[in-house]
């Protein structure tokens, strides 16, 4: 099993940026891939983004390329999601999830494991 704790959601104008943290705890995610999503009211679950523990390489939805930097701390069993030049359309709820595989999954479904979210309101 593995646990997912999110962390550092909150308001923020547009233009700013905020860090999302997501620890990890139980079994070692060294062989794992993480994956960042996000929901909106009314709206599907949507890949922000994604990190193989191991290699480090990451990708990210067309939508963040450029904005978001997914990153991961060894020693903290902690992931990351640097968010900068947020945008009103950024605003949802943002989940880790995690799943023992080498190729990040790009839809939630492939996922075994979640955290519980954490809100993230971008102002105009």
């Known amino acids: 099993q593995v646990q997912l704790v999110e962390s550092g959601g909150g308001s923020v104008q547009a233009g700013g940026s905020l860090r999302l943290s997501c620890a990890t705890s139980?079994?070692?995610?060294?062989?794992?891939?993480m994956g960042w999503f996000r929901q909106a009211p009314g709206k599907a679950r949507d890949f922000v983004g994604g990190?193989?523990?191991?290699?480090?390489?990451?990708n990210y939805a067309d939508s963040v390329k450029g904005r978001f930097t997914i990153s991961r701390d060894n020693a903290k069993n902690t992931a990351y999601l640097q968010m900068n030049s947020l945008k009103p359309e950024d605003t949802a709820v943002y989940y880790c999830?995690?799943?023992?595989?080498?190729?990040?999954?790009?839809?939630?479904?492939?996922?075994?494991?979640w955290g519980q979210g954490t809100q993230v309101t971008v102002s105009s």
């Open positions: 999830a995690a799943r023992a595989t080498t190729v990040v999954p790009t839809t939630s479904g492939q996922y075994n494991y």
């Open positions: 139980g079994r070692t995610v060294s062989s794992y891939a």
């Open positions: 990190i193989n523990w191991n290699s480090g390489r990451t």
